[in-house]
């Protein structure tokens, strides 16, 4: 029988007693330490009619790991409250703090939010140290990454990194920045504007926002302007004064990194034209627009030959694999994930004449991909080809709405 991360937490947490005075402690402590172990990225800590509801997102995906009785629900996410440095006596607002281990643990950062059944509690732990520290770590692809490479070295321009939320933008920016870091040696001025830090970068001055004192991202950047960066890092585009403060920065002699929300690469020009920024702006100002989503990696030890072609799920693939589910994988099928990407250049055939020309998105992705461009789509029926993931993983991140062609 195989046994999951989840079972072992129950199994220890049932070892507690629950009207202990260091219950509390004790509990988060496991919590924190098994949710480590299992590789999550979140922990999300629920009250609910029937008690304190824990799961967790690995790789990805968020799963059941216990319910507590509701009794212990005040005092167990009041404990994450002290360890992130929260004020525990204000349960009616949202808090956000950090829990700084010591120098080689998981930092992590805890965000609480008042509910109908009382505060709810989500922990994010950040990759363990000395992990995707550099654009050779990433699992880009190779013309992806290399490419990448050589913009962080130009003396102007944006580059975009684009995918919903938890797609990995962050990530990739942060080894962006550390490559930038190493290959500078120093040279070179790195300014970041974030909302929130969520990793400390040695050799650059990082600024968190913070919108209620007036400090935006819009305000910041045009601070920040004045004080001679050569690259700037934008957290994330969410507006149109940002996002064209951020391009007249990349056309006058900045390298600007940002993240934005889209589902595409033609996506984010699509969007961003939506939002107001003019085209000449995204023509001369943009040097790339790279999209990427992570899929689950299916489990070596037990996936299994797909022999039902329904089991393929529409997609145009000769071979393909399904999950199974073991003790080396938890039960799941699938360990850990790799990455989807598509890159758009502006400069590239056809593209340009389509954005000056207010194109709209379809025109726009179909001019990239005639000028050579390899999409989300393909590098997915590239990887279930190859066994690496499966054609159920790929609807569920990439959807059933979007072409298969």
Not at 52 to 75: K, Q, T, Y
Not at 89 to 108: F, K, L, N, T, W
Request: glycine share 10%.
């Amino acid at each position: 029988m195989t046994t999951t991360p989840a079972d072992s937490l129950r199994q220890r947490l049932a070892a507690l007693t629950p009207g202990s005075a260091r219950f509390a402690i004790e509990a988060v402590d496991l919590l924190l330490a098994e949710a480590r172990a299992a590789g999550a990225s979140d922990l999300h800590i629920q009250p609910t009619a029937d008690g304190l509801e824990a799961r967790w997102r690995i790789d990805g995906v968020l799963h059941p790991a216990v319910l507590l009785p509701a009794s212990v629900a005040p005092n167990v996410v009041a404990r994450l409250k002290v360890l992130a440095d929260l004020l525990t006596y204000r349960s009616d607002v949202p808090q956000e703090g950090r829990i700084r281990g010591v120098p080689g643990e998981v930092e992590m950062r805890v965000s609480t939010f008042p509910t109908l059944h009382g505060e709810k509690a989500v922990v994010r732990l950040f990759a363990e140290p000395g992990r995707y520290l550099r654009l050779d770590d990433l699992g880009l692809p190779p013309e992806i990454r290399d490419a990448l490479r050589g913009w962080l070295g130009a003396t102007s321009g944006a580059v975009v990194l684009s995918g919903p939320a938890g797609s990995g933008k962050t990530t990739t920016i942060y080894a962006c920045l550390r490559e930038l870091v190493a290959t500078s040696q120093g040279q070179r001025s790195l300014a970041t504007l974030e909302d929130p830090i969520e990793a400390a970068v040695p050799g650059v001055s990082q600024s968190q926002v913070n919108p209620t004192a007036g400090f935006t991202l819009e305000a910041g950047l045009r601070s920040l302007l004045r004080q001679d960066p050569e690259v700037i890092v934008v957290g994330e585009i969410r507006d149109r004064h940002t996002a064209e403060t951020a391009f007249q920065a990349s056309l006058t002699g900045h390298l600007v990194l940002t993240t934005f929300h889209a589902g595409s690469a033609a996506g984010v020009l699509g969007r961003l034209a939506d939002m107001g920024i003019e085209p000449y702006l995204l023509r001369s100002g943009l040097l790339a627009v790279i999209s990427q989503r992570l899929v689950r990696r299916l489990c070596p030890e037990c996936s299994r030959p797909i022999t039902d072609p329904l089991e393929r799920l529409g997609l145009k693939v000769d071979e393909a694999r399904s999950a199974a589910g073991c003790e080396s994988c938890g039960g799941t099928g699938y360990r850990g994930r790799i990455v989807l990407a598509e890159m758009l250049t502006p400069d590239a055939s056809g593209v340009g004449d389509a954005v000056l020309s207010r194109a709209d998105v379809g025109r726009i992705e179909r001019a990239a991909i005639a000028a050579g461009m390899v999409t989300r789509w393909d590098r997915a029926r590239r990887a279930v080809e190859e066994g690496r993931t499966s054609p159920a993983e790929v609807r569920r991140v990439l959807g059933v709405g979007e072409s298969t062609s």
